[in-house]
């Protein structure tokens, strides 16, 4: 498959679990191809942004010499928030971006850092990124591609990203399900971490 042909099949695997999209914005960073961010509202007023682009070709090791043009990971981001934050569509396409301008290869565990708010006034800077497969479906490609992941991405406040720096994505999460935290609500306060 084309990468054309990857990304349309990606909207459609999209659009088929969440409807269509009422907004969508692009970004082009400077050596990189250009990323979308779709826009998804459903009726309980919980807004998912989902990135485009970034499956279109695998994510490759940086330590390789050469990278392989249909084998390794494929991912897209999906970010849920109650209320909608379009302010995150930047950083949302800067880290859909990453494999290609960083070489980095996303996966479930990894912690994406902006350093930043990921919005004006959220006490969150950092996204744990979470298994894939609950929310979209693995999108399966012709062999030898690997199949494209959608990976949800849970905002992390600068403490928590710390503790999960020292006691890994797991505990973090279990810790998030022990207090009953929704990860969805924009104003939410940090886990109890001690």
């Known amino acids: 498959m084309s990468n054309d042909e990857v990304l349309s099949a990606v909207e459609a695997r999209l659009t088929s679990t969440f409807g269509e999209p009422d907004a969508r914005a692009a970004v082009t960073f400077l050596g990189a191809d250009r990323i979308e961010v779709l826009r998804f509202h ?4 919980l807004v998912r942004y989902a990135t485009l682009g970034m499956s279109a070709a695998p994510m490759a090791d940086p330590t390789s010499m050469v990278a392989d043009p249909f084998a390794g990971p494929r991912a897209e981001l999906v970010f849920t928030v109650r209320g909608g934050r ?97 990860l969805r609500d924009p104003l939410r306060r940090g886990v109890p971490l001690d």
Do not use: I, Y
């Open 42 to 45: 459903d009726a309980d007023g």
């Open 86 to 182: 379009d302010e995150v569509l930047r950083p949302l396409a800067t880290l859909a971006a990453s494999p290609q301008v960083e070489g980095l290869v996303v996966a479930p565990g990894a912690s994406l850092d902006l350093g930043a708010p990921l919005w004006e006034g959220a006490p969150f800077t950092s996204f744990l990124v979470a298994e894939p497969g609950g929310l979209v479906e693995d999108l399966e490609l012709p062999e030898p591609a690997d199949p494209v992941r959608f990976l949800p991405l849970l905002p992390m406040t600068p403490n928590e990203a710390a503790h999960k720096r020292v006691h890994g994505a797991a505990e973090l999460q279990e810790r998030w399900l022990r207090h009953g935290v929704d």
